[in-house]
């Protein structure tokens, strides 16, 4: 039961924290948009991501309670196939996040001819229906999201992460040490924040 009462605590505690900041971010999007800043590549994933967080994020307490409490069939449904959100979702968004960084620093000049988002579009597409199939399992297979199958998304996910975030610190590091002039594209990613990448 102690188990139980730390992990609500923490859930709870992820809600009250990111819910605001998922607003902030979405906020922040829709200013930037209105502004007449053009939606780039990162602003789509980052958008996608935003809401899947806060959809995910808002139906927390909601499942807590019904964890603890309600023990209501219907709403264990809900929270099973909103779950899939945080579980597949955010990580092929993250993914799709470092592919974009990936391109526009190694490949700068092929980045920026290529105007179009919709092959971006598609991406984040391909990742809410892969997200919505995944919850939709979890609704008839209620052990899913707690078991070894509901980590498939990682396999995808991990490599793509970890290899195009290696090829970005080598080839910047390399650019650094070689004293050679980056390209815009590497200066403002270099110098951008964690949260930019």
Known sequence: MTGILVWAALSALCSVVRCPAC???LWELIQRHKAGTP?????VFMLNLTIMDLVFLSFVPFGLCNFLLWD???VAMISNFLYALNLAGRPLLTACICLDCYLAVIHPIIYRTRKSLTPWVLMAAGVWTTTAVQGSMSTVIDELNHST???FVYVIALPIII???ASILWTLKRSHHAGEHLHPKRGRLSRSSPTAW
């Open 23 to 25: 607003v902030v971010v």
């Open 39 to 43: 939606f780039t590549p990162n602003n």
């Open 163 to 165: 290899i195009c975030d």
């Open 149 to 151: 199958r509901a980590m």
């Open 72 to 74: 209501l069939r219907s």
